[in-house]
């Protein structure tokens, strides 16, 4: 059994140079990273450490600082498993499951897996191109980080006054901020990004809940990094 320790290898993460005037660039680190999972394995950021049984590894987090929402996923050297992962889908059951979430959201930095997908070139214009499995990234977001800690407080609040009480699951979709971040961090073919969302589902008490039977309840909002 071997592990790797908890550190912070700027070389293991792909990172935004900020602009002449010395700002933060709208990409910085501290906002959105986008780590390759073999580097992130090799490479852990700070608050993680990896352990190796066989072809096993087990990724250990700082659930104090850290959101992970990481299903259980096979990789070219084994299986991972996020260690304490909330799994794409989170589910609430009751107010205080939520609101324990919702301050997860807004202050600690959320961890995702998502797939980079290659196009392969159509005969004609009118075939669509078929999208062949590529790379897979861990991408973390700084939800406390102001501007999108407020895209989130503002995508929640919106969902909750939109269903009155009833069960619903909203998508917090972040294909727009890795479209951003490929922009400044040009691939060999322009990928197409999968799975690149997590899903809260709300399940009330309620007897007849019948927008939530017949799909009424269903909201998406999107995380911007720019």
Known sequence: ???????????????????????????????MTVTEVGEFLRGPPAGFSVE????????????DTNLVL??????????????????????????????????????????LLVTACSQTPSVTKKKPRDLRAGMQYVVSIDSSEPFLKWQMERGLDRTISSVAGESYWVDIDIVEALETWT????????????????????????LFDFPHWFGYSKRTFKLRVT
């Open 183 to 206: 922009a400044e961090h040009p691939m060999r073919t322009e990928p197409v990004w999968r799975d690149a969302s997590f899903t809260l589902k709300y399940e009330s008490d309620a």
């Open 1 to 31: 059994m071997n592990s790797t320790n908890l550190s912070n290898r700027g070389t293991s993460q792909l990172e935004v140079r900020e602009n002449q005037r010395g700002k933060m660039s709208p990409l910085s680190p501290r906002r």
């Open 52 to 63: 190796t049984i066989g072809s096993h590894h087990r990724v250990h987090s700082d659930d």
């Open 70 to 111: 990481i299903d259980d996923f096979q990789f070219c050297s084994g299986k991972i498993t996020f260690q304490n992962s909330l799994g794409r889908k989170v589910k609430m059951r009751n107010l205080w499951e939520y609101s324990r979430v919702r301050q997860s959201l807004l202050t600690k930095r959320i961890y």
